[in-house]
């Protein structure tokens, strides 16, 4: 009866309950990235797309696999120095190897533009009621550009929903969440340092906007630097 009775005290929710509007929209994000890929795959089977990103990227990751990979790509060009950051092809291959290397490339965007929609609804909800907060997700995650980001195999796509993560954090409490902002940021580097700067860019107008010390914006550059360094 104890159990019964706290379990059922207001705001005391169990944990599907409270992420409810999360789980719904990581899932609703994994089936519309998946859906572009799944519908060309029954049409016309599984081939590679020769001379696009996505067959490269595979194909990195397969050698990955077999264990053969050196950073030499032997194919593209005739021949030529692999100059992708290399986080991302090892994570791409974690998927294929778990996973397939064709079911593993799909649910590898898939999952992380989920993801990207989740955290895209946390940083409105800062700003927004909750739904509006999901009505602005669903249509950022429904928008033709974000449906290309995430429904092939983009280098973009994995340190664009890990940036967002970063963003919400800074919103939420700079002062007390830059150092996972600063990480996460500095991880996304690694899969790409385009995307990192831009997001950068983005936190710096943040604290600009709102007449913040720059101070945390300056430790937040100089960790991020540290870890593309390495």
Known sequence: MLMYSRSNKPGNKGVLSRYKIHIVLFVFGLVLFSLPSLLRFYF????????????????????????????????SFGGRTYVYPPLFSYVLAAFGYVFGLKAGS??????????????????????????HAVLAAIVLALLPVTISLYSHVSTRAVPTTISLFALYFLIKDHK???????????????????????????ILLYFLSFRHSLENFLRIVAIVALISAL
């Open 44 to 75: 016309y089977g599984f081939g590679d797309i020769i001379g696009f990103p996505t067959y490269l990227h595979t194909r990195i990751a397969g050698y990955i696999i077999d264990g053969t990979f050196n950073f030499y790509d032997p194919l």
């Open 106 to 131: 799909v649910l590898f965007v898939s999952v992380f533009g989920g993801l990207g929609i989740v955290a895209f609804y946390m940083v409105m909800k800062i700003f927004l009621h909750r739904n």
């Open 176 to 202: 007390k969440y830059y150092l996972h902002s600063s990480v996460l940021l500095g991880v996304a580097s690694l899969f790409h340092p385009e995307v990192a700067v831009v997001f950068a860019i983005i």
